[in-house]
Each structure stands twice: as C-alpha cells, then as structure tokens.
C-alpha cells in the first residue's frame, strides 16, 4: 500500500520555527514530485509548495516565499517543509502530497495524500 505521513507539527510562538518531514512507504518518491498544502476550516486546500523529482527545482506561493524551504532526501524517500517567521495565519493542518506530474499546484492532481499534520502559531 503506498502511503504518506507528515509529522514534525505542533504548537510554535509567532517568529518560530518548524520542519515537517513527509515520510513515503510502499513506492519510491524520487518518481514523484511532492507538494505541500496546507487548509484551515472553511476554506479550500491552499498549495503552499513543491519540489520536482530530483529536488532540483522547487515552487513556493507568494505568501510564504522567502520563510519556507522545500528540500528531499530521496535515499531516505522523505520531503522536508522548512518553516522559519511563522505568522499565526500559518495556522493550518499541513498535507504532503506525491504526483508523476511536475509540481502541479491545485490538490486534485496528485495521486497519494498524508494524513495531515496540524501547525499551530500562538501566543
């Protein structure tokens, strides 16, 4: 069974740090480029980043570019979501998704989906 699970979340002060880490069993993510999402109630999954298969190229949304890095290390078949500067607006349950395709950008492309990991930035 191929599946995702992210981890790495919780509860961090505004100007915080936090890595997710996206860990892949039963296939082999260097096939795959990987994006993030992240989605709080009431609103639509919202791409946040992604990175290509080989983690030569990555994409960022404007609203966390310049505070969030994407990275992978395929020999441990894992993707990272670096999180520096959190603003409370980053509050949001976190996705990682893996697709054949390159970094799309809107959820229903992408083939297999975590759990989700829930970020909290708070006072």
């Known amino acids: 069974q191929e599946k995702l699970v992210e981890s790495g979340g919780g509860l961090v002060q505004p100007g915080g740090s936090l890595r997710l880490s996206c860990a892949a069993s039963?296939?082999?993510?260097?096939?795959?480029?990987v994006g993030w999402f992240r989605q709080v109630p009431g609103k639509e999954r919202e791409f946040v980043g992604g990175?290509?298969?080989?983690?030569?190229?990555?994409k960022t949304a404007d609203s966390v570019k310049g505070r969030f890095t994407i990275s992978r290390d395929n020999a441990e078949n894992t993707v990272y979501l670096q999180m520096n500067s959190l603003k409370p607006e980053d509050t949001a349950i976190y996705y990682c998704?893996?697709?054949?395709?390159?970094?799309?950008?809107?959820?229903?492309?992408?083939?297999?989906w975590g759990q989700g990991t829930q970020v909290t930035v708070s006072s």
């Open positions: 990175i290509s298969w080989s983690g030569d190229r990555t």
């Open positions: 998704a893996a697709d054949r395709s390159y970094i799309a950008t809107t959820p229903v492309e992408y083939d297999y």
């Open positions: 039963g296939f082999i993510l260097d096939d795959y480029s």
